[in-house]
């Protein structure tokens, strides 16, 4: 038997050429933040993380590390993340000047964006201390600015004056239902960044995580 050929058949074989191509060409949208880590996963990269001694703060400043970077007119990662932990945020262009935020430390509520901190989840001076003393200034502001892993969050001014640049065994957020999920994202971004941990920070995590 022949095989039907003409017109049709050739606007039948385009089309499905053309879905082809088109279903090889749609973008993936990149996520901002990881997917959620489950304590297993947790201990994995737990277990992988270099255990050491803290090193020296010689030559630490927080020039260091350039951040805000800009991320539009008049507006930079701080809007950014802003923008991404708060409810009816409000914009000036793409500054943040309103909205409702709840800072996951300690529970507080704030409507000021001027009230609301943007915490580093391992504070830069640790980071130094733990390796990050090596890199260049580049990867430095790298850090710094990381959107993608769990690396930035609002919360109150309070909450991330009082953690310093403490590891999870000298502060802890005051709220306990948040210990795990802290737990994972402190070790996920010292998992990425190939950052060290001490041995009391280590002992502290492995806690945190078994109570995921």
């Keep these: ?5 003409g017109p049709r058949a050739a606007v039948a ?3 499905a050429a053309l879905a082809l191509g088109v279903a090889g060409c ?3 949208d990149e996520p901002t933040t990881p997917p959620p880590s489950d304590g297993g996963n947790a201990s994995e990269q737990l277990s992988q993380l270099t255990v050491a001694t803290a090193g020296s703060m010689k030559g630490y400043s927080r020039e260091r590390f350039p951040h805000w970077r800009d991320t539009g007119k008049n507006c930079d990662v701080r809007d950014s993340i802003l923008q991404r932990d708060g409810k009816d945020v409000k914009l000036s262009g793409c500054n ?3 909205g409702r935020w709840e800072s996951v430390y300690d529970g507080r509520s704030f409507s000021d964006p001027s009230d609301v901190d943007i915490d580093h989840m391992v504070p830069l001076a640790n980071a130094w201390r733990s390796g990050a003393d090596e890199w260049d200034n580049a990867k430095r502001g790298d850090f710094a600015n990381d959107t993608i892993r769990p690396q930035l969050f609002a919360v109150s001014a309070a909450s991330n004056r009082a953690k310093g640049d403490q590891d999870p065994s000298q502060w802890k957020p005051a709220n306990r239902s948040y210990w795990c999920k802290y737990a994972q994202d402190w070790v996920a971004v010292k998992h990425y ?3 060290t941990v001490t041995t009391a920070e280590k002992a502290a995590l492995t806690d945190m995580l078994e109570g995921c």
Aim: glycine residues 6%; positive net charge.
């Design 96 to 98: 943040v000047v309103g």
């Design 193 to 195: 960044w190939r950052l």
């Design 13 to 15: 074989a385009l089309a």
């Design 1 to 5: 038997m022949r095989t039907r050929s």
């Design 26 to 28: 749609v973008p993936q």
